[in-house]
Every structure is written in structure tokens, then in C-alpha cells.
């Protein structure tokens, strides 16, 4: 039986964030170089958002390239960045058919041009759309932007705009990227790496994790709705005993 017909589709999540890792491994694994492997990744991206939008997933974020990533050979960064151009190109269609809206968070101004453009262009032209928010992490990491969001607050405070006894997590949480969407409740890391690599550090507070060995070009549909069905079968506390949740219930 598919995994999907297992799922309890009142307990699907509202954000589920991905990293996506293992394009190297499996490009190696397979006895070539590693930019085949980023180009079959994007077939897995394909599935997850596909996967996503099936079983009313409201958020969908992909740690696409981290500002650690550009540390990377010039070569392969490049190759990156052109790489993402076509996959934004091709797959705007079927974004725009499939109700899909594009955002972005990231200091994507470090992003040659042709990449900037094609971004730009798909999150204008998807804006208006109502289904499945895909959210794209590109030149991101948890320090940049909580960094940024210091720096956001405390221009604030100087111009008396806020005042230090009011800032919130709320407050602080509304200065981040992230602020449009919920906090998200599983992520997943492929390749069996057990880390988060200065990903949503703040947002993943209480996050679920799931750490599985696929790589990422081998990731489909079905590997998404298994990781949520047993990510369903979590009791998630927040702090409070079982028996306070159960009594909840």
C-alpha cells in the first residue's frame, strides 16, 4: 500500500522544510561528476513539490545553496547558478499551471544575474497564486539572517519606532525571512547527514527531524509521504507532559 493512503489527512503539516543533500555522493556513487548529480536533483525537487501539493502541504521550503556555498570551487558555483536559471525557466509552466507560488528568502543580491532575474521573474508572475507556496533558501543561513534581523530591530529602537521593553520573540520572529509563514513543524535532511547546516535555527525551536539516508536525486513522492507518515506517529509535547496532550485531545 502507498504510503500516501496511510496518511492521516488531518494531521498533514503546514511546512515541511527539506535540505537537500547527497547530489555529490550520488554522482560519485554513480561514477560521475558531481554536477550530475545536482542535475538529476532536480527531479527530486520535482517529486517533493509535486508530493507536497497532492496532499495539501501549505509550505514547502528547499535549502537550495547556503552562504557556506559559495566557499565552493567558483566552478562548481557557476555551474550552480546556471543550473538553478534553466530549472526556473523550464519548470515555470507547470509552476503556474499547478497554482504554485514562488518565494525566496536568502541574501539573494549576492546571486549573479541571469539567476536574480529568473527568480524575480517567476516569484512577480506567481505571486497571485493560491495553492502550495514552494520557498526557494538561496545564499541562506540562519547566522546571515538573524544577523540581519539585529541589525533590522536595532535601527528600529534608534528611531524610536520600538522600544527594547517590547521586543518579543514575536517581534523577532516578524523581522526574520521567514515571516509570512509558519514556523515548520518536520524537516527533512536526505543523505543520512545528521545536522542542520545553519538552517531555520530559529524557526526549527520545535521542529521535528528526520534524518534519512536516501540521497537526494533518489527522492520521490512516496519518500515524502513515508517520512510524514511516520512523522505522524510523533507525539509532539511543546513542553507539556503525555498525559497533559492526551487529556488535550
Known amino acids: ?61 528547499l535549502y537550495a545553496f547556503s552562504t557556506e ?44 544575474p541571469e539567476t536574480l532575474f529568473s527568480l524575480q521573474k517567476i516569484i512577480e508572475e506567481s505571486s497571485k497564486n493560491t495553492g502550495l507556496t514552494v520557498v526557494i533558501a538561496l545564499s541562506y543561513s540562519s547566522r546571515w539572517e538573524i544577523t540581519e534581523m539585529v541589525k533590522n530591530i536595532a535601527e528600529k529602537v534608534k528611531n524610536n519606532e520600538i522600544s527594547i521593553e517590547n521586543i518579543t520573540e514575536k517581534i523577532i520572529s516578524e523581522h526574520l525571512s521567514t515571516y509570512f509563514m509558519p514556523d515548520p513543524e518536520l524537516i527533512i535532511r536526505t543523505s543520512a547527514e545528521k545536522r542542520l547546516s545553519n538552517f531555520l535555527m530559529w524557526q526549527a525551536s ?24 511516520d512523522f505522524q506517529q510523533r507525539e509532539r509535547r511543546f513542553g507539556k507532559t503525555g498525559k497533559q496532550v492526551k487529556d488535550e485531545q
Open 1 to 61: 500500500m502507498s504510503f500516501e493512503k496511510k496518511l492521516d489527512k488531518t494531521k498533514i503539516p503546514n511546512h515541511i522544510a527539506i535540505i537537500m543533500d547527497g547530489n555529490g555522493r550520488w554522482a560519485e556513487k554513480h561514477k560521475r561528476e558531481r554536477t550530475f548529480g545536482h542535475e538529476n536533483g532536480i527531479k527530486a525537487v520535482r517529486e517533493a513539490i509535486e508530493g507536497a501539493a497532492e496532499i495539501g502541504i501549505k509550505f514547502l521550503t
Open 69 to 112: 556555498n559559495w566557499n565552493r570551487p567558483k566552478e562548481e558555483v557557476y555551474m550552480l547558478m546556471n543550473l538553478m536559471v534553466r530549472s526556473i525557466e523550464n519548470e515555470s509552466k507547470e509552476i503556474l499551471k499547478n497554482n504554485v507560488r514562488i518565494k525566496s528568502i536568502g541574501d539573494i543580491n549576492r546571486l549573479m
Open 206 to 229: 520545535y521542529s521535528e527531524f528526520a534524518f534519512i539516508e536516501t540521497l537526494w536525486p533518489d527522492f520521490t513522492k512516496e519518500t515524502l509521504f513515508e517520512t510524514i507518515s
